[in-house]
Structure formats: structure tokens, C-alpha cells
């Protein structure tokens, strides 16, 4: 059963950073994926990387700020985020795709997901 856990989600004051993981299990070769969700909006990815290489692609409201990485030996996928700003406070997902292609945020494109962790950015 392919498992897709997040975790470090938490209350940050606007600047700082925070390290999101997410902890993969069953999934087999595919590429993982950040999503957010904030509060009343749709879900939208943020980045994704390559379960084969560090090929990674990012939304571009987060290029240079969010950086997305994997630690094949974990079985873990990161996501690390600096100059946090209010705007970006939702829950963030993790989710799992075979497809690599230019429109990767699609929803629809995605198999399994975790079921999320809450980033909040405020004083």
C-alpha cells in the first residue's frame, strides 16, 4: 500500500524558514511532488523532483525561496522553505506521479497523496 507521510509542518514568523518531509513508503519509481492548500483556495503544487535524478521543477512564486530535495537512502522527499511570508501559510502535501511533463501541477496527474501538514506564517 504506497504511503506518502508529510511532517514538520508548524507557526513561523514571517522570514524564517522551515524544512517540510515527507516520508515515502510503496510508491516505487515516481516522481514526488509539494502541494499547498491555503485556507478557501485550490491546491497548487509548489515543486517536484525526479525519483531518478535531482531534475526538479518549481512553481514560480516560489523560485530562489523553496527548495525541494530527496534523500534517496530515506526513502524522503524535502522541502525547504526560507523568507517565509504570510501568503504562503496552508497545508502542504506531498503526492506521488509517473508523469514528467511541462503542465506537472495538474491535480490529476497525481496518484497518491499524504495527508498533509499545516505551515502557518505569522507574528
Known amino acids: 500500500q504506497p504511503q506518502l507521510v508529510e511532517s514538520g509542518g508548524d507557526l513561523v514568523q514571517p522570514g524564517g524558514s522551515l524544512r517540510l518531509s515527507c516520508s515515502i513508503s510503496?510508491?516505487?519509481?515516481?516522481?514526488i511532488a509539494w502541494f499547498r492548500q491555503a485556507p478557501g483556495k485550490e491546491r497548487e503544487g509548489i515543486a517536484l523532483?525526479?525519483?531518478?535524478?535531482?531534475?526538479?521543477k518549481y512553481a514560480d512564486s516560489v523560485k530562489g525561496r523553496f527548495t525541494i530535495s530527496r534523500d534517496p537512502s530515506k526513502n524522503t522527499v524535502y522541502l525547504q522553505m526560507t523568507d517565509l511570508k504570510p501568503d504562503v501559510t496552508g497545508t502542504y502535501f506531498c503526492?506521488?506521479?509517473?508523469?514528467?511533463?511541462?503542465?506537472?501541477?495538474?491535480?490529476?496527474?497525481?496518484?497518491?497523496w499524504g495527508r498533509g501538514t499545516r505551515v502557518t506564517v505569522s507574528t
Open positions: 523532483i525526479s525519483r531518478l535524478t535531482d531534475a526538479t
Open positions: 510503496g510508491v516505487g519509481s515516481y516522481h
Open positions: 503526492a506521488s506521479t509517473r508523469n514528467w511533463r511541462v503542465d506537472w501541477a495538474a491535480i490529476t496527474l497525481f496518484d497518491f
